[in-house]
């Protein structure tokens, strides 16, 4: 049976302290500083491409004929794409298991380590490799799998921390408005590199690494990853717990094990959905600088700062849906019909003419049907499905759940990755976008049962009141 959400109008905002307020705030910017490094290779793609071929600037550098990586930018751009690819697969992998960890060890501890560990990649990567003039294939590789291990640390590990802290009374409403701490993070990090590429992009790689480490120790010493640690024991409404203010011991619940997890009611088909969606989400997320750069020929600080309105979209879209999805007491009707819509978006974008504004409108409404979708699956949905009935006795599935979700998630955006590289330089971006369209409808097909079950359980619920009336 689909549990029924109560409704944000209920004044559920009550009930939260500061402390609520600064777990929130410490997670969602933790995540923000995390993508906005993560942003940075992206939107430095075409000078990192520049660097790596033959150009009138450097064909004459000793330096760089030592260092010879690719003999045209076609070939640089694979790589790059073969780099994205490696880096969504060492993710993929890195969520499923850090998501078990993250449900055994302490959550601050996990998602500290993550947070500075993968700074000190990300400087090693970008800035030190330029600041030594060496350039190596192998050790690109090398450094972007261990950058994916570390980074797939923390969203497992904020997820939960924010599951643990804020019930499903509102749910929706407040984690899609902390999801936004992705989108946040991609328009910092598009800031932050444009406003120093001029230096060179190994800046870029600078600020945002230094900026993501001391996050890190921020959030070391600062942060509270469940009331339990104040004393508080408040959400027992929703999981079958006692109330707050019992004062009876609690057992502390164990950790559910990974095959138990993945055979969770909706764990497998959301994942599916999100490994689709995520493809289309992540796609924008690598490629949408570089697209705007090379396909219109703007400056490539043009680009990334007009590529930021894709996520004040998506930003809008997950918190709006999440509400509405909070008033219906469902979520998979509104996913329904906002990707049915991301569909025609999709198509609108690809015809979009060679003028920013217009270009920035467009943008945003696909980041609305597109962004607001990826964003409420892998929170606000991942936080129902870890702290579902079925976990009654067991209820430290959360991190566990959503490492399964984004993992799965990121094995398609990884695989997509590479073909959005392939299709481009094979058949061109108009068929990137036909691509997408097919992906976003595949999502819509896995959690079609989902979708029925939840209508019919609307019109019940719709028949119970008429006849109570």
Known sequence: VTPVMSSPCCGFLAQYTHHHLVAFLLTFFSYVLLHASRKTFSNVKVSISAQWTPSVQNASSPTWEKNNLFADSDEATLFLGVLDTIFLFSYAVGLYMSGVIGDRMNLRYVLSFGLCGSAIVEFVFGTLTEWLQFYNIYLYCGLWVLNGLLQSAVWPCVVAVMGNWFG?????????????????????????????????????????????????????????????????????????????????????????????????????????????????????????????????????AQADRLSVWYDVGGIIGGTIQGLISDCMGKRAPVLAVSLLLAMGALVGYSHSPPDQVVNAALLATTGFFIGGPSNMISSAISADLGRQEALRGSQEALATVTGIVDGT?????????????????????????????????GSIVFILPLIVTEIRAMWRDRQARTHQL
Not at 198 to 225: N, P, R
Request: hydrophobic residues 45%; contains cysteine.
């Open 168 to 300: 499903k009374s509102g749910r929706g409403f407040v984690f899609g408005l902390w999801s936004a701490c992705a989108s946040v993070g991609n328009i910092l990090g598009a800031f932050l590199a444009s406003s120093v590429l001029k230096y060179g992009y190994e800046y870029a790689f600078l600020v945002t690494s230094v900026l993501q480490f001391a996050g890190g120790v921020v959030v070391f010493f600062g942060l509270l990853t469940s009331p339990k640690e104040v004393g508080e024991y408040w959400e027992g409404e929703e999981e079958g717990s006692e109330e707050q203010g019992d004062e009876e011991p609690r057992e502390t619940p164990k950790a559910i094990g990974f095959c138990q997890a993945f055979c969770l009611p909706g764990v497998l088909p959301y994942s599916l959905a999100y490994a689709c969606l995520k493809l289309v989400n992540y796609s924008f997320f690598f490629w949408l600088p570089f697209y705007l750069s090379r396909n219109f020929g703007w400056k490539e």
């Open 409 to 441: 998630g990121s094995i398609g955006a990884a695989a997509g990755q590479y073909l959005v590289s392939l299709i481009e330089s094979k058949l061109g971006w108009m068929c990137v976008f036909y691509f997408f369209i097919v992906m976003t409808g």
